[in-house]
């Protein structure tokens, strides 16, 4: 329940814009440096992804066992996963645990969004407003407000004629839904499209997938966890996470790739991919060998396997070469992990709507007319993804030195010094920011890698009387360049995704993750520490008496 505003002080130290695992862990390790931290969510919970994503289906996609916090032995031996990969009830569940567990939820105000922030150089605060109205003063501003965060909705003639049920995979109602007998059109076959298509189906008399571009697609092989297999992680968390801390992408469940697949004949690649095949889940083929982003070759022996099994499994020809991709090399995309994704084309209720073939001409209030006809529809599902990574943060007004605007500098290229502070926004971090491993890692180990840096410079900041720190803008360039610089090596900037604001229409197109791994990530980090905040500048804090 939000306290009264008047219960609360209206300046801070901190304030944190988020409550989701970046949000929960941020509060919980700011306040206990000692720091007063006032928190804000959207949300009338915590979870951030984990409460908004509540479509049928939804569950992650890196293994629970290392989808977790490690900051605290306490938490991770108190608590029990029971998938391998965790459905999203069981992950807002933990989440909110967490949060009760470090008393963070007390911090944390409740459908309360942050809609703009201003910089006062002359005082080195933020002032911060919400929704509701409040003026709140603090010395810095934690952006932990996600990556996959802003919902995309398509704009599409007609849209708001629609008389029948509407839903966006991650505003999905907390009621639940039930599409029993129903004549349902779904837009959108990413990693949220592919976990909600074969649940809707069970239900639906009628599923149309409406498909723009095929993907990539591979068994998860979801399963209870044995407790063999708890209690061993639970022996061995401090190491495996210290593992996963030094691992290129922050898990210790599958070991860094040694090896080329070229260094393979075609026989024996066959026999190891039929081996992770039937293993499951996408690291296990992304970690087995080095050269699948870097080579075409390599990269192509996957994509033809991938193809394949897509043959092998979809009955109709027609359809099975509509869902066969064939237009970025696998991996430029996020690869999905299903259950039962493709089998469920060979159901006689579902049908795919190839919008390369038949696209949409508009939407009436029966449904959905495309250049062959009306499809009478019940229900439309938009599975079609996020502005992402800088989205939920420029969609807050954010004013730095001299009046300079986020959304503005943000506008041709998307640039933070080491993926976390951004210049001429003085004391504001972005946890998971541009620049930094974020969505091309697990996330929650980069999470906790950026909080825990941000309490460092805080600590470092408060050791040697600042009351500023800005990143210097020529160190800014160089992060950046050196972030593309790494990623034009890689076949991940061969396709248009959400990684490179291709999928959000008039959005510049930068290719913004660091791929270079969390581990190479780590070292930059711990050098700019140790070289007394290299990159950043650094300000004596202003006496306010
Ligand atoms: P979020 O969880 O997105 O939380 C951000 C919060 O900030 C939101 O609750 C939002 O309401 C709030 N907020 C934003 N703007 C404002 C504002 N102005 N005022 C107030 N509140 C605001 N990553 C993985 O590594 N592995 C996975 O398996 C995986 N699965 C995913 C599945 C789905 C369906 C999606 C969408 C993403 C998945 N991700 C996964 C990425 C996932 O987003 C991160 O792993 C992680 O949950 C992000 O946590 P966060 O706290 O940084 O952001
Ligand atoms: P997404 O990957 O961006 O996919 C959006 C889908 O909607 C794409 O198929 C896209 O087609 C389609 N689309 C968008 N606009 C459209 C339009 N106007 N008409 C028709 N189709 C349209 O979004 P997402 O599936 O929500 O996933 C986003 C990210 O969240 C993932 O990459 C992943 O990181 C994370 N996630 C993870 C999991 C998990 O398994 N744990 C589950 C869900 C999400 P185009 O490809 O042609 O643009």
Same mark, same amino acid.
């Given at each position: 329940?939000?306290?009264?505003?008047?219960?609360?002080?209206?300046?801070?130290?901190?304030?944190?814009?988020?409550?989701?695992?970046?949000?929960?862990?941020?509060?919980?390790?700011?306040?206990?440096?000692?720091?007063?931290?006032?928190?804000?969510?959207?949300?009338?919970?915590?979870?951030?992804?984990?409460?908004?994503?509540?479509?049928?289906?939804?569950?992650?996609?890196?293994?629970?066992?290392?989808?977790?916090?490690?900051?605290?032995?306490?938490?991770?031996?108190?608590?029990?996963?029971?998938?391998?990969?965790?459905?999203?009830?069981?992950?807002?569940?933990?989440?909110?645990?967490?949060?009760?567990?470090?008393?963070?939820?007390?911090?944390?105000?409740?459908?309360?969004?942050?809609?703009?922030?201003?910089?006062?150089?002359?005082?080195?605060?933020?002032?911060?407003?919400?929704?509701?109205?409040?003026?709140?003063?603090?010395?810095?501003?934690?952006?932990?407000?996600?990556?996959?965060?802003?919902?995309?909705?398509?704009?599409?003639?007609?849209?708001?004629?629609?008389?029948?049920?509407?839903?966006?995979?991650?505003?999905?109602?907390?009621?639940?839904?039930?599409?029993?007998?129903?004549?349902?059109?779904?837009?959108?076959?990413?990693?949220?499209?592919?976990?909600?298509?074969?649940?809707?189906?069970?239900?639906?008399?009628?599923?149309?997938?409406?498909?723009?571009?095929?993907?990539?697609?591979?068994?998860?092989?979801?399963?209870?966890?044995?407790?063999?297999?708890?209690?061993?992680?639970?022996?061995?968390?401090?190491?495996?996470?210290?593992?996963?801390?030094?691992?290129?992408?922050?898990?210790?469940?599958?070991?860094?790739?040694?090896?080329?697949?070229?260094?393979?004949?075609?026989?024996?690649?066959?026999?190891?991919?039929?081996?992770?095949?039937?293993?499951? &889940?996408?690291?296990?083929?992304?970690? @087995?060998? =080095?050269?699948?982003?870097?080579?075409? $070759?390599?990269?192509?022996? *996957? +994509?033809?396997?991938?193809?394949?099994?897509?043959?092998?499994?979809?009955?109709?020809?027609?359809?099975?070469?509509?869902?066969?991709?064939?237009?970025?090399?696998?991996?430029?995309?996020?690869?999905?992990?299903?259950?039962?994704?493709?089998?469920?084309?060979?159901?006689?209720?579902?049908?795919?709507?190839?919008?390369?073939?038949?696209?949409?001409?508009?939407?009436?209030?029966?449904?959905?007319?495309?250049?062959?006809?009306?499809?009478?529809?019940?229900?439309?599902?938009?599975?079609? &993804?996020?502005?992402?990574?800088?989205? @939920?943060? =420029?969609?807050?007004?954010?004013?730095? $030195?001299?009046?300079?605007? *986020? +959304?503005?500098?943000?506008?041709?290229?998307?640039?933070?010094?080491?993926?976390?502070?951004?210049?001429?926004?003085?004391?504001?971090?972005?946890?998971?920011?541009?620049?930094?491993?974020?969505?091309?890692?697990?996330?929650?180990?980069?999470?906790?890698?950026?909080?825990?840096?941000?309490?460092?410079?805080?600590?470092?900041?408060?050791?040697?009387?600042?009351?500023?720190?800005?990143?210097?803008?020529?160190?800014?360039?160089?992060?950046?360049?050196?972030?593309?610089?790494?990623?034009?090596?890689?076949?991940?900037?061969?396709?248009?995704?959400?990684?490179?604001?291709?999928?959000?229409?008039?959005?510049?197109?930068?290719?913004?993750?660091?791929?270079?791994?969390?581990?190479?990530?780590?070292?930059?980090?711990?050098?700019?520490?140790?070289?007394?905040?290299?990159?950043?500048?650094?300000?004596?804090?202003?006496?306010?008496?």
């Amino acid at each position: 329940m939000n306290m009264p505003n008047d219960t609360r002080s209206r300046s801070v130290d901190v304030v944190v814009i988020g409550a989701g695992f970046a949000g929960v862990y941020a509060v919980h390790r700011l306040s206990s440096r000692g720091l007063s931290v006032r928190g804000f969510e959207a949300g009338s919970d915590v979870g951030g992804t984990w409460y908004w994503n509540r479509y049928p289906g939804a569950r992650c996609d890196v293994e629970s066992l290392d989808y977790s916090f490690g900051f605290s032995d306490k938490i991770q031996q108190n608590w029990d996963w029971g998938h391998r990969y965790s459905f999203q009830p069981s992950i807002h569940q933990y989440i909110s645990y967490v949060a009760d567990e470090t008393g963070a939820r007390s911090l944390i105000e409740f459908e309360t969004s942050v809609v703009s922030q201003s910089y006062d150089a002359q005082t080195q605060h933020w002032t911060v407003k919400t929704d509701k109205g409040e003026l709140i003063t603090c010395r810095y501003c934690v952006m932990a407000t996600g990556n996959l965060t802003a919902p995309l909705y398509p704009d599409m003639t007609g849209l708001d004629t629609y008389a029948g049920e509407k839903y966006h995979s991650s505003r999905w109602p907390k009621e639940p839904t039930d599409f029993t007998g129903k004549r349902v059109a779904i837009f959108g076959t990413g990693a949220s499209g592919v976990q909600i298509i074969p649940e809707v189906a069970k239900e639906a008399s009628k599923l149309y997938v409406f498909q723009r571009t095929a993907n990539f697609s591979l068994p998860a092989r979801n399963r209870p966890l044995t407790s063999a297999e708890i209690e061993t992680v639970r022996k061995h968390y401090p190491e495996l996470r210290d593992k996963a801390r030094q691992h290129v992408f922050g898990i210790h469940s599958t070991p860094e790739p040694t090896r080329s697949v070229l260094e393979l004949s075609e026989e024996e690649t066959i026999e190891q991919f039929e081996k992770f095949w039937e293993i499951g &889940g996408s690291l296990t083929f992304q970690m @087995a060998f =080095t050269d699948f982003m870097r080579d075409e $070759r390599a990269n192509k022996r *996957l +994509a033809d396997f991938v193809r394949s099994k897509i043959r092998q499994t979809v009955n109709d020809r027609k359809t099975a070469e509509a869902l066969c991709p064939n237009d970025h090399p696998i991996g430029a995309k996020r690869i999905c992990i299903d259950t039962g994704y493709f089998e469920t084309y060979n159901l006689p209720q579902v049908e795919l709507i190839n919008l390369r073939e038949r696209p949409v001409v508009r939407i009436t209030p029966k449904g959905i007319e495309t250049k062959e006809g009306l499809l009478e529809v019940d229900v439309i599902i938009f599975a079609t &993804g996020f502005d992402a990574i800088t989205g @939920a943060v =420029t969609r807050i007004d954010i004013t730095g $030195r001299n009046g300079l605007k *986020l +959304a503005q500098k943000w506008s041709e290229r998307p640039a933070a010094y080491m993926g976390i502070a951004v210049a001429n926004f003085p004391n504001m971090f972005v946890i998971t920011g541009p620049g930094s491993p974020s969505v091309k890692s697990n996330m929650v180990t980069s999470i906790e890698q950026h909080v825990e840096l941000i309490d460092d410079i805080i600590g470092y900041m408060q050791k040697h009387g600042l009351g500023a720190v800005d990143a210097d803008e020529e160190a800014e360039n160089d992060w950046v360049d050196y972030v593309n610089e790494v990623a034009n090596k890689t076949l991940f900037v061969k396709s248009d995704s959400w990684y490179n604001g291709a999928n959000v229409p008039g959005k510049a197109r930068n290719f913004v993750p660091f791929v270079g791994g969390v581990n190479t990530y780590r070292l930059a980090l711990e050098a700019m520490m140790q070289n007394n905040l290299k990159g950043f500048i650094k300000e004596p804090l202003i006496n306010q008496s």
